[in-house]
């Protein structure tokens, strides 16, 4: 499973990665896709909502089962990955890069610091 050290992650199996002025990527991690398998849809309608940090997002749907998606920061959902509709299988394809799902502004930057690195996030996933 790769774990990328330029990223913080959730509990919830969700990656984030913060660029300048407050914006965040958001998607699902290695793991999270592998244990969800093909990847057919994914749900996000929140875009232009302020989410709460540990809230849900919307949802993921694999050929067998639906999952919640967890913020991993509180913030303004500004887009959606336009690539995800016509393309889910980008999330388990390439869940750290193309797979991305959100671009947030984060409400409170050190929300950050509560995630996890990606030495405590590989421990976590065993």
């Not at 499973?1 to 002025?21: C, F, G, I, Q």
């Not at 969800?36 to 929140?46: C, E, P």
């Not at 232009?48 to 940090?53: F, L, S, Y």
């Given at each position: 499973?790769?774990?990328?050290?330029?990223?913080?992650?959730?509990?919830?199996?969700?990656?984030?990665?913060?660029?300048?002025?407050g914006i965040a990527y958001v998607g699902i991690t290695d793991y999270a896709?592998?244990?969800?398998?093909?990847?057919?849809?994914?749900?996000?309608?929140?875009?232009?909502?302020?989410?709460?940090?540990?809230?849900?997002?919307?949802?993921?749907?694999?050929?067998?089962?639906?999952?919640?998606?967890?913020?991993?920061?509180?913030?303004?959902?500004?887009?959606?990955?336009?690539?995800?509709?016509?393309?889910?299988?980008?999330?388990?394809?390439?869940?750290?890069?193309?797979?991305?799902?959100?671009?947030?502004?984060?409400?409170?930057?050190?929300?950050?610091?509560k995630l996890l690195d990606a030495d405590a996030y590989a421990k976590l996933?065993?």
């Open positions: 499973m790769s774990t990328p050290n330029n990223l913080k992650y959730s509990s919830d199996h969700e990656w984030v990665r913060v660029e300048a002025d896709q592998s244990q969800l398998g093909d990847i057919v849809f994914v749900d996000i309608d929140t875009v232009g909502e302020a989410i709460a940090q540990g809230s849900v997002f919307g949802a993921v749907e694999a050929v067998k089962t639906v999952s919640d998606l967890f913020m991993p920061v509180s913030g303004e959902i500004l887009e959606l990955n336009p690539e995800l509709d016509g393309a889910p299988e980008s999330v388990n394809k390439d869940p750290y890069g193309n797979g991305w799902m959100i671009k947030v502004k984060m409400g409170n930057p050190a929300d950050v610091e996933i065993g």
